[in-house]
């Protein structure tokens, strides 16, 4: 089968790299990276960008900046990449494991109101594979409360909430480039706000201190060093400007197979609700009624790439397991989705339309597994 391997490069990251190369500035000081920076923050309407190391240090930034610590509480989906819940244990605070929806995979609003305590400072709602998560109800909640979100966007590079990207409702928007991202430099991230304050501290955090337009050997504020290299945003520009077209390719073959599989008995796809139609498909996510283990042999044998979802909710996890520093809710959506849920990588949805219908008559045959 012809899937598309990933990631994929051409001559423009290869024209922006000799750039960089013939400067001499490879490192964060080039102005390709506030380039980058003002680029993709328009592209998501934001205001201001800070490229950083990786989409992990974005979240632990934006926490630090918010002044979030010990003794604080930050809710976060019970479904997500372990990073959405260290960042908050690193800060020293503690992670409150929240459910998702049982169709959206995103956290449930309800559910982050019934959590909400006196301690809580913070909410971290993941676009879960891409359509975002239901800003409408998660800041109304917020406002409510006065609790600040930090947007986790590091599957949503393009996805919109009622024609408003990612990255653009929370205090923060944080977004990952690590290699299996829909836009990479094998590794990076970006933080995103509105708010010139927040970013002008987390700029001091990453920049070690130093503050614009001062000395190099002046630090004002404990920082430390997250600076993202010009030779990766040469590679993010060139990748930032694939991405419409490849969002659209996505776009398109998600919604053949979905059509070509819409009478499949026992086969479910993910629900994007309408204020998220449009939006990245980081990954195709579905859930099967039978035995997801042949349905995951049928399709990996066949050539197709496919994971059976997260071997366990954030609060299995080994660090999470003994329940020490971190509070639980109950989420039995969560706990059904990791028993009968698949995702089937974005690289499988940039193929042609006869890798698609390949694609989609082998999610057929292995569903009736
Ligand atoms: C939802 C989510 N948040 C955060 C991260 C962390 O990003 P990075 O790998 O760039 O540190 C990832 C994945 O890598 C992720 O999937």
Not at 48 to 53: C, N, R, S, W
Not at 192 to 217: H, P, Y
Request: charged share 20%; hydrophobic share 40%; aromatic share 8%.
């Amino acid at each position: 089968m012809g899937i598309p391997n990933w990631p994929i490069s051409g001559p423009r990251e290869r024209e922006l790299l000799e750039e960089v190369l013939a400067s001499d500035r490879w490192g964060g000081y080039h102005p390709i990276v506030t380039r980058f920076e003002q680029q993709f923050a328009a592209f998501q309407h934001c205001r201001f960008g800070l490229a950083v190391m990786n989409g992990t240090v974005t979240l632990e930034m934006a926490l630090e900046v918010l002044g979030i610590g010990e003794g604080d509480e930050v809710i976060v989906p019970a479904i997500s990449f372990i990073s959405t819940a260290t960042a908050v244990s690193r800060a020293r605070a503690t992670p409150v494991f929240v459910d998702i929806e049982a169709d959206t995979f995103n956290i449930d609003p309800q559910r982050v109101r019934e959590a909400i305590g006196p301690k809580t400072r913070a909410i971290i709602p993941v676009h879960f594979g891409g359509p975002m998560a239901n800003m409408d109800a998660l800041m109304g909640i917020a406002g409510e409360h006065g609790i600040p979100i930090i947007e986790d966007a590091a599957h949503a590079h393009g996805s919109e909430w009622n024609g408003r990207r990612a990255g653009s409702f929370g205090s923060f928007g944080s977004f990952s480039f690590q290699n299996g991202k829909v836009m990479t430099a094998g590794e990076g991230g970006i933080l995103l706000s509105n708010d010139e304050t927040l970013i002008d501290r987390a700029r001091e955090i990453l920049d070690i201190g130093r503050r614009k337009g001062e000395g190099w050997f002046f630090h004002y504020t404990l920082g430390t060093n997250y600076r993202i290299t010009a030779l990766q945003c040469a590679v993010l520009i060139a990748q930032l400007e694939r991405l419409p077209e490849q969002n659209c390719l996505r776009v398109r073959n998600v919604g053949t197979i979905r059509e070509a599989l819409m009478d499949m008995p026992g086969l479910h796809f993910q629900r994007v609700p309408e204020a998220a139609r449009v939006h990245t498909n980081y990954l195709l996510l579905g859930w099967v009624d039978g035995d997801r283990g042949a349905f995951h042999r049928h399709l990996t044998a066949g050539g197709f790439p496919c994971t059976p979802f997260y071997p366990h909710t954030l609060y299995e996890n080994p660090l999470y397991k003994e329940r020490h520093n971190c509070r639980v809710m109950p989420c039995p959506n969560a706990e059904a989705r990791i028993t009968d849920a698949f995702w089937i990588p974005h690289r499988a949805l940039l193929g042609d339309d006869i890798e698609t219908e390949a694609l989609a008559s082998a999610i057929r045959t292995a569903a009736a597994a």
